[in-house]
């Protein structure tokens, strides 16, 4: 969230003396990375009780500075307010499933359907949601991030908005180095992800897998593992085989909207999943006038959800169980609802 001074307050600071009221940014600097060396003995210590090697810890915790710029863009985060208006998806939708991005899947899935025919008969995870996320996350391996995974989840777990999930995060890191993962492979996102799929380090060790039979999980230079370690998260987060994530939908202007309203409270992102309904049968839906638009169609018995993401009156999506296993993979509306849109493009 970005703090901002009100006029007056900067021009009452300007008018008074700077001594001792402003400190000098290098002094700043140096005052801020003196207490995240400080804080550094804690972190080893952490990481030393859950097994991480000395010699790891030897070769990493002298070489770690402070990253302010992580810190800066962990706070310029969207604050998700629950009063702030949720956009349209139409402008998101536009920008990504688009043409460059189907063109560059569909390249992809002909070029990679060795590998995805197979991990589809292994894991019952669609080729085109695999390449999907794949375009999602790292515009098919074009964008993968520059940072430094250990400094920026030390600097993250070190300015304590949420500690426990980085310092975790962070000896996940170093586990995956005593595993064999070279340090100049913990490159990404500024918030930790790595790799194609763009894996947090504690989700590598969990359920990154050998794609293509060389004995490694290599995430970042390997399609084939990339895309083995994408199904295997779908499969471990319940994604049911032969069941569409969705299917675009028109929805009749007199529907109760109000008596369809969803009374279960999510554990995680609530503010995601209360733009959904309550699940009915594909067979309830159409005999309250649901038409179908485009996608396969679904058995009248199965469950599925009422999302309107551009409001009524617009495209809306019937969503099955599947949508929410994308959802896990990234818990958001758009990104879910782009996904599933993408993949429908690939293997069009």
């Known amino acids: 969230m970005r703090l901002l001074i009100p006029i007056s307050m ?39 009780r859950q097994g991480v090697s000395r010699a790891t810890l030897d070769s990493v915790m002298p070489t770690l500075t402070f990253n302010a710029r992580v810190v800066e863009l962990d706070r310029d985060q969207p604050g998700g307010s629950a009063n702030a208006p949720i956009p349209n998806f139409a402008p998101y939708r536009i920008r990504h499933v688009d043409a460059p ?64 999930l980085f310092a975790g995060e962070f000896i996940a890191a170093l586990k995956m180095m005593d595993e064999g993962v070279p340090r100049s492979r913990l490159v990404g996102s500024w918030a930790g992800a790595t790799g194609y799929p763009q894996f947090l380090p504690s989700v590598y060790l969990r359920l990154a897998r050998d794609g293509d039979g060389d004995g490694r999980k290599d995430i970042w230079t390997s399609e084939a593992d990339a895309l083995a370690s994408i199904a295997n998260y779908f499969v471990n987060a319940g994604w049911r085989p032969n069941v569409p994530w969705g299917i675009a939908v028109n929805v009749p202007g007199g529907l109760d909207r109000a008596a369809l309203r969803s009374k279960i409270v999510s554990p995680r992102c609530q503010r995601v999943h209360d733009r959904h309904s309550r699940y009915l049968t594909m067979a309830e839906w159409r005999r309250l006038g649901i038409t179908q638009i485009s996608g396969p169609r679904l058995r009248d018995a199965e469950m599925a959800t009422l999302l309107e993401p551009d409001g009524p009156g617009k495209t809306a999506y019937l969503l099955t169980g599947n949508y929410r296993v994308i959802l896990d993979y990234n818990c958001s509306n758009f990104y879910a609802l782009s996904v599933g849109l993408l993949a429908d493009e690939v293997e069009r």
Do not use: C
């Open 10 to 48: 900067s021009l009452a600071a300007v008018a008074l003396p700077v001594t001792g009221l402003l400190a000098p940014a290098p002094a700043i600097a140096q005052s801020e990375e003196a207490a995240f060396q400080a804080y550094l003995p804690q972190l080893r210590a952490q990481a030393e």
């Open 101 to 164: 991005r189907i063109n560059r899947g569909r390249a992809k899935y002909q070029a990679l359907r060795h590998h995805l025919a197979r991990i589809e008969r292994e894991t019952g995870v669609p080729e085109s949601i695999m390449v999907a996320i794949y375009g999602h996350e790292t515009g098919y391996g074009s964008v993968m991030g520059s940072f430094d995974l250990v400094r920026a989840l030390a600097t993250l777990a070190y300015e304590g908005r949420r500690r426990d």
